[in-house]
Nanobody, 124 residues
Framework: VQLQAYGGGTVQAGGSLRLSCTAS????????MAWFRQAPGKEREFVSA???????YYAEAVKGRFTLSRDNAKNTVYLQMNSLKPEDTADYYC???????????????????WGQGTLVTVSS
């Protein structure tokens, strides 16, 4: 599986961006797909995930502002980010796993496929 993420950019606080991640190779509804982010000097952290095309989960820091959606026909997952804050500034990475279990949803090391990062910068 290869992942291609895009859609990052610079936006003012309160603005919106939509990230996209397209997967190629062996994909399907049973593949869990997620977004993580990494700010300078910080560890990579969980943002949101679609667990096997069933439920969607969010980090507390983005709940109510970010929405993950998935188009299995296009092998693409989207992250709509609204009400952006300066603390949302980070490189955003999409990830996928065909063997993820629910309890490991927020653990970066449990994902075996990663896209390149796309930078989101939110100015105050």
């Amino acid at each position: 599986v290869q992942l291609q993420a895009y859609g990052g950019g610079t936006v003012q606080a309160g603005g919106s961006l939509r990230l996209s991640c397209t997967a190629s190779g062996h994909t399907g509804r049973q593949v869990s797909m997620a977004w993580f982010r990494q700010a300078p000097g910080k560890e990579r952290e969980f943002v949101s995930a679609s667990f096997r095309s069933t439920n969607t989960y969010y980090a507390e820091a983005v709940k109510g502002r970010f929405t993950l959606s998935r188009d299995n026909a296009k092998n693409t997952v989207y992250l709509q980010m609204n009400s952006l804050k300066p603390e949302d500034t980070a490189d955003y990475y999409c990830a996928a796993s065909a063997r993820l279990i629910l309890s490991s949803l927020r653990v970066a090391n449990e994902y075996n496929y990663w896209g390149q990062g796309t930078l989101v910068t939110v100015s105050s």
